[in-house]
């Protein structure tokens, strides 16, 4: 089965600027993955963010925006707020099925 | 609003079986496929499988394949996952999550339910 990599572990500073990727052990990450990106805090269900590459919902904060970035697909986070410290999962198609990325852990500090 | 409750989650032996629930409500079953995902202990999510708006699909996952099945029964607003043959690397909290259109694979989340295997 296809394996996702993302970046285990990243700081950032409140007000800054984080890109988080997402890679596929099959290639290029393409809109033909359809990249979905979640939150998940500490002891709480996973909350999607971002789908389909760049498409937010109606509950997701305005500094985070996806896209498809060098053969991944990314999360950018601008204006990092104190609360968005968390643990961040992709997820992709890959013709079969769907897969998670191993999340990252982000902390702002 | 959308409310997804997983349920019949437990302790069970290596070997033994559990049906998790899935009550779905706020929101018509039938227009939307259904996921379920687990995650053990310290670890990251895994995706299992869905069922789609048809009832077709699978589990997806290799390591549960001839041993987990999904089902849903719209008329109940329920999706189950039946999981035989348990094994202790089975051990997770067992999440069902909602598609939506648009390729919106997880767009909501129950709270999930514990699933311990061991003697």
């Known amino acids: 089965q296809t394996v996702v990599t993302q970046e285990p572990s990243l700081t950032v500073s409140p007000g800054g600027t984080v890109t988080l990727t997402c890679a596929s052990s099959?290639?290029?990450?393409?809109?033909?993955?359809?990249p979905s990106w979640f939150q998940q805090q500490p002891g709480q269900a996973p909350r999607s963010l971002i789908y389909?590459?760049?498409n937010k919902h109606s509950w997701t904060p305005a500094r985070f925006s996806g896209s498809l970035l060098g053969g991944k697909a990314a999360l950018t986070l601008l204006g990092v707020q104190p609360e968005d410290e968390a643990e961040y999962y992709c997820?992709?198609?890959?013709?079969?099925?769907?897969?998670f990325g191993g999340g990252t852990k982000l902390t702002v500090l | 609003e959308v409310q997804l409750v997983e349920s019949g989650g437990g302790l069970v032996q290596p070997g033994g079986s559990l049906r998790l629930s899935c009550a779905a409500s706020?929101?018509?079953?039938?227009?939307?496929?259904m996921a379920w995902v687990r995650q053990a202990p310290g670890k990251g999510l895994e995706w299992m499988g869905n069922?789609?708006?048809?009832?077709?699909?699978?589990c997806f996952l290799d390591s549960v394949k001839g041993r987990f099945i999904i089902s849903r029964d719209n008329a109940k607003n329920s999706v189950y996952l039946q999981m035989n043959n348990l094994r202790a690397e089975d051990s997770a909290v067992y999440y069902c999550?909602?598609?939506?259109?648009?390729?919106?694979?997880?767009?909501?989340w129950g709270q999930g339910t514990q699933v311990s295997v061991s003697s």
């Open positions: 999550a909602r598609g939506d259109r648009g390729y919106a694979e997880g767009a909501y």
């Open positions: 706020g929101f018509t079953l039938s227009d939307h496929w």
């Open positions: 069922r789609k708006e048809d009832g077709s699909g699978e």
């Open positions: 099959t290639g290029a990450v393409t809109s033909a993955y359809f």
């Open positions: 389909n590459i760049n």
């Open positions: 997820l992709v198609y890959d013709g079969s099925g769907w897969v």
